[in-house]
């Protein structure tokens, strides 16, 4: 019962397009994209689209998504697929809320990077030493953070002598880490904030979504930030990174060149659960732990992980974009509406892109599409809530279903590995 | 490991006879489950210590409150969709599938066969039959979504299910809360309206005071407990004694091979999650037309998880996930008064989380011993000098 996360096509030999972009295309993309943001800010008058707010809140959300997915990221480049972040999630989420509640922040944030990377170990066990399939062993870790976690909970928190504001269920509130504002521009004379509030085309916008992004950031999620490029330079441009990779394209290989693959597995997936645990570090801090607060987002990470083809860039854009879905539904249904007329707008785009290729076909489909999302917005007052919910994981389905054949996992991804095997 | 490996000498072995080969590999089968518990338990121990409470005494309390009549039936009533789950689980499992999806495909199907039985009058076993009808159609339905991307898209169904559960979910709670919800004056009741008594599925007390047991004041025998006996028969029946079942193996074990003798690999995939998905979908059944006859915000939920381990117990086998599921119900049911004694509840979901684990370890770990041990007969067989 050996399941390979990857399509079957990815193992051909056959050329693919390369999904990699290049710096001038990315400057473009993101041009055009507060290009049509700022039109649908204007037109539909939802402010929130681009406010300071917004981008801060997302960017805040967006933390232990990308936590979770830098965690499959590091160990899916070794081959190990783990679906068990989601239980590592949650053991940081209860570790570092009790430690962070009694010791202070920052000993909670250490003991929930502890508890993730004590749940890696659990995995690396069951997967590298005794071989078991790898998602059976994630459903399993699963299953045991959620228990542990009710379990502490239960102990810690239900007695009568529990801390004040704290329940069968929840932690009280933990102290928040302090945080960091850009001076000048988002503190102080608040420049940005400034323009922000004039309500100017494009610049305000541009102002608004910069200083969400720089002002009043928790060092958790600067820490967070920074982890994105570290993993890019451990994974890709050091020796240990190199064979950390090649122990998940091609393990025997790798044997055979005098690479451990075993401790490396070991190290990847035990450097997975400590990211998971800061990820659910990063719920916490600043705030309280509740039961079933993690909601899917190791899922989610994982989900990123493969929106962004196994890449560290494209993994952070992944969190981002499910970051900024869920800061909207969270703060304005009039955004969300406004959400409507930016689908149909970069429809429109994809149409004339499609058009000038000359695949008349892909852009009539494109062009009926995006009249759909229009006339939605046109008819409805707001959109309901429990559908902007499951945005981030309906995007995921539609990018895997587009882009699935030309996406490239890890070759050896999820396969099991046998120190002496000879295939 | 290849037969070209060196093999340590050993000191001149008989050649091995069939039956005692048997024989060892019945032990390691039974090995196999009995060391899980044992490890479990040894977890569960660490946990109660950690506590503050001696394991034996909880333990001890836990078997004398889990065998009383009235536990024994609760544990058959909740063992029931655990079983089902389990059974929609193990049958892609049989084939190398992995569907997780099982908790949106019976949250939907049973919002769904709710708001049908609702909506229509039909006459005693046809409207109960509508009910059962809708929610495996729909089931299937919504297992067919990853059926359908897998096979033509190549979209892993590890995470297609993944991200339709939670889409199962929004779209649930949206219906539930515009459409299908029962409108009552002056109350904002996120509920469907109640089932009429023709969908309603009889219980077994009368059978019970048949054979002499009088079930204790407020707790009945579900009826449900039948028809899960007879999918699980149904399951053996397509898996170990059809066509279809043994193509399902064959390709669990080896796709390529498999595919090589002709089996068509789309169809199988298709087919089988569409089963699993109709059979996920009569998980939520016996709560809606045995008890609650009505699904509304608080319907039971993460049955299609524990469903998962359930069917890790059981290694694909009807009477193994029956066991599988009748011991989480046993442990769920039997830890439910350790809150008297200081202990938390929650210690049954630290001691399911670690039987899973531990089980599916041993359980690779005696493969590899069978497999080891069989590469060794091999070469004994074809060369005896070698083993000499």
């Known amino acids: 019962m050996s399941t390979a996360l990857k399509s079957p096509a990815s193992t051909t030999d056959k050329r693919r397009r390369s999904l990699s972009v290049r710096p001038r295309t990315l400057a473009l993309g993101a041009g055009l994209l507060l290009v049509l943001l700022s039109t649908v800010r204007v037109v539909s008058g939802a402010d929130d689209i681009t406010s300071s707010g917004t981008s801060g809140a997302a960017l805040r959300l967006a933390v232990p998504i990308g936590l979770a997915g830098l965690g499959g990221l590091w160990a899916e480049r070794a081959g190990i697929v783990n679906i068990g972040l989601e239980g590592m999630l949650i053991l940081g989420t209860w570790f570092g809320a009790w430690a962070g509640f009694f010791y202070g922040p920052w000993v909670g944030v250490l003991a929930a990077i502890a508890a993730g990377a004590l749940g890696g170990l659990l995995h690396a066990l069951a997967t590298v030493t005794f071989g078991v399939d790898h998602v059976v062993s994630g459903v399993s870790i699963n299953l045991l953070g959620g228990g542990i976690a009710r379990y502490l909970s239960s102990l810690a928190y239900g007695g009568d002598d529990r801390p004040p504001g704290s329940g069968q269920t929840q932690s009280p509130t933990v102290d928040a880490l302090p945080s960091v504002s850009l001076p000048v521009l988002s503190s102080g004379p608040d420049l940005l904030g400034d323009l922000e509030d004039r309500g100017w085309f494009l610049l305000s916008d541009l102002a608004g979504i910069l200083r969400g992004l720089t002002g009043d950031v928790s060092l958790i999620t600067l820490l967070a930030v920074l982890l994105v490029p570290a993993s890019f330079f451990v994974l890709w441009r050091t020796a240990f990174g190199l064979r950390l990779r090649a122990v998940g394209e091609n393990p025997v290989a790798a044997d055979s060149l005098g690479v451990a693959v075993y401790r490396l597995k070991y190290a990847a997936v035990i450097v997975s659960g400590a990211l998971a645990g800061l990820g659910g570090a990063a719920l916490v801090i600043g705030s309280i732990y509740r039961e079933g607060q993690t909601g899917g987002r190791g899922f989610i990470g994982l989900a990123a992980v493969i929106f962004g083809n196994w890449r560290p860039g494209g993994l952070a854009a992944g969190a981002g974009l499910f970051g900024y879905a869920d800061a909207l539904a969270l703060r304005s249904n009039d955004a969300v509406r406004g959400l409507l007329l930016f689908v149909a707008l970069l429809l429109v785009v994809v149409a004339v892109r499609q058009a000038l290729l000359r695949r008349i076909g892909l852009a009539l489909t494109a062009v009926l599409i995006g009249a759909a999302f229009f006339l939605w917005y046109a008819t409805v007052d707001s959109v309901p809530s429990q559908l902007v919910g499951f945005t981030p994981h309906l995007i995921t389905l539609l990018v895997l279903a587009v882009a699935s054949q030309r996406l490239r996992p890890p070759a050896a991804d999820g396969l099991p590995y046998r120190r002496g095997q000879q295939t | 490991m290849s037969l070209l490996t060196p093999e340590r000498a050993e000191p001149a072995p008989p050649p091995p006879a069939g039956p005692r080969v048997d024989l060892r590999r019945l032990a390691l089968g039974i090995a196999a489950p009995l060391l899980a518990v044992v490890v479990a338990l040894a977890v569960a121990s660490v946990a109660l210590l950690v506590s503050g409470s001696n394991p034996l005494t909880v333990y001890a309390r836990m078997l004398e409150e889990g065998t009383t009549l009235r536990s024994a039936l609760i544990t058959v009533n909740n063992a029931v969709p655990l079983y089902l789950s389990g059974l929609a689980v193990a049958l892609g499992f049989r084939m190398g599938l992995f569907n997780i999806g099982v908790e949106g495909q019976y949250q939907l199907a049973a919002l769904l066969a709710a708001a049908a039985g609702a909506a229509v009058v039909l006459p005693g076993p046809l409207h109960l039959l509508l009910v059962v009808l809708v929610a495996m159609a729909v089931g299937a339905a919504w297992a067919g979504v990853a059926a359908v991307l897998k096979t033509t898209r190549g979209v892993s169904e590890v995470i297609s299910t993944i991200m339709l559960n939670v889409i199962a979910g929004g779209i649930a709670a949206y219906l539930l809360s515009t459409y299908l919800q029962e409108r009552v004056e002056g109350s904002n009741n996120s509920r469907t309206p109640k089932l009429e008594a023709s969908a309603q599925f009889p219980n077994l007390d009368p059978l019970l005071r048949a054979v002499g047991i009088e079930p204790p004041q407020g707790t009945r025998l579900g009826g449900f ?50 089963l699993s998905g109709a059979i996920a979908g009569l998980v939520g059944l016996p709560q809606l037309v045995g008890s609650s006859y009505s699904y509304g915000l608080d319907f039971t939920s993460g049955l299609g998880f524990t469903g998962i381990g359930v069917a890790l117990l059981g290694r694909g086998s009807p009477v193994g996930v029956a066991v599988g599921a009748l011991l989480f119900a046993f442990l769920e049911r039997s830890s439910a008064t350790l809150q008297r004694i200081d202990v938390p509840t929650e210690i049954y979901v630290i001691m399911q989380g670690s039987i899973v684990l531990s089980v599916v370890v041993a359980y690779e770990s005696v493969r590899r011993i069978g497999v080891a041990q069989a590469e060794r007969a091999v070469r004994r067989a074809v060369d005896p000098a070698s083993a000499s």
């Open chain 2, 225 to 274: 407990v039948l028809v899960a006996v007879v999918v699980g028969v149904l399951y053996w029946l397509l898996v170990s004694r059809s066509r279809f079942g043994f193509d399902l193996r064959a390709t669990g074990l080896s796709p390529s091979a498999s595919v090589a003798s002709g089996v068509d690999a789309t169809r199988m995939t298709i087919v089988t999650m569409l």
